[in-house]
T-cell receptor, first 108, second 117 residues
Framework: SQQGEEDPQALSIQEGENATMNCSYK?????LQWYRQNSGRGLVHLIL?????REKHSGRLRVTLDTSKKSSSLLITASRAADTASYFC????????FGEGTQLTVNP | GAVVSQHPSWVICKSGTSVKIECRSL??????MFWYRQFPKQSLMLMAT?????????EQGVEKDKFLINHASLTLSTLTVTSAHPEDSSFYIC?????????????FGPGTRLTVL
C-alpha cells in the first residue's frame, strides 16, 4: 500500500504567500524526497532529506523531517505562479514509495 | 542534476499491437532503473525494478509477460507493452539511480503518454 499520505490534497494561495505541505508515513525510512510534477509532465526532484537530518533548505524550499512522528513538511516561501504543480513526497525504504500528492495552485 | 530521457514522449497505437518505450540516463550510468505508471490525478505506482544485466523484479499484480523490461546497458532500459489494450493507456515514467538505490537520489524521465485505441 502507499506509504505516504499528503495533506492537504489541494492548496490554493496568492502569489507571495507561503505554501506548506505535509507528508506522513508509516514505516522506517532511509530518506524522504520531495518531487514536483507539472501537469502531464515528468517529475522534478526538489530535495532529499536523510533520516538523520531534521531540516534542509534549498533556495525558497525548506523541508523538515520528524522521524519520531513519521512526518515531513515542505515549505515554499514567497510563492510564484510558476510554482503551480503537484507536489509528491516519496519515502525510501526498500523502494521509493510515493504519496498521493498535493495540488498547489498559486494565483497571480 | 542528472538527466533521464524517455522516447517517445507520446504514442497512440491500436489494440493488440506492441509498443516499446526507451529510457536513457544521459550523463550518468544507472545501476538501477525503475518503471512507474500513473493514472490521471493519481500518484505513481511502481511497476518493476531492473538492474543492468539481470531480470527485472516486478511488483505484485504487474504481469511480467505483458510488460517486458530489458536493461541491456548502464544507460538504457526499455519497457515493451505487449498486446496493448485500452486499459493499458496511461502515463509511463522511468527513473534511474546511479549509486545505491536505498540512499541516492532517483531521477525521473519526462514520461511517455500511451493511448491505446
Amino acid at each position: 500500500s502507499q506509504q505516504g499520505e499528503e495533506d492537504p490534497q489541494a492548496l490554493s494561495i496568492q502569489e507571495g504567500e507561503n505554501a506548506t505541505m505535509n507528508c506522513s508515513y508509516k514505516t522506517s525510512i532511509n530518506n524522504l524526497q520531495w518531487y514536483r510534477q507539472n501537469s502531464g509532465r515528468g517529475l522534478v526532484h526538489l530535495i532529499l532529506i536523510r533520516s538523520n537530518e531534521r531540516e534542509k533548505h534549498s533556495g525558497r524550499l525548506r523541508v523538515t523531517l520528524d522521524t519520531s512522528k513519521k512526518s515531513s513538511s515542505l515549505l515554499i516561501t514567497a510563492s510564484r505562479a510558476a510554482d503551480t504543480a503537484s507536489y509528491f513526497c516519496a519515502t525510501r525504504g526498500s523502494r521509493l514509495t510515493f504519496g498521493e500528492g498535493t495540488q498547489l495552485t498559486v494565483n497571480p | 542534476g542528472a538527466v533521464v530521457s524517455q522516447h517517445p514522449s507520446w504514442v497512440i497505437c491500436k489494440s493488440g499491437t506492441s509498443v516499446k518505450i526507451e529510457c536513457r540516463s544521459l550523463d550518468f550510468q544507472a545501476t538501477t532503473m525503475f518503471w512507474y505508471r500513473q493514472f490521471p490525478k493519481q500518484s505513481l505506482m511502481l511497476m518493476a525494478t531492473s538492474n543492468e544485466g539481470s531480470k527485472a523484479t516486478y511488483e505484485q499484480g504487474v504481469e511480467k509477460d505483458k510488460f517486458l523490461i530489458n536493461h541491456a546497458s548502464l544507460t538504457l532500459s526499455t519497457l515493451t507493452v505487449t498486446s496493448a489494450h485500452p486499459e493499458d493507456s496511461s502515463f509511463y515514467i522511468c527513473s534511474a539511480v546511479s549509486g545505491v538505490p536505498s540512499t541516492d537520489t532517483q531521477y525521473f524521465g519526462p514520461g511517455t503518454r500511451l493511448t491505446v485505441l
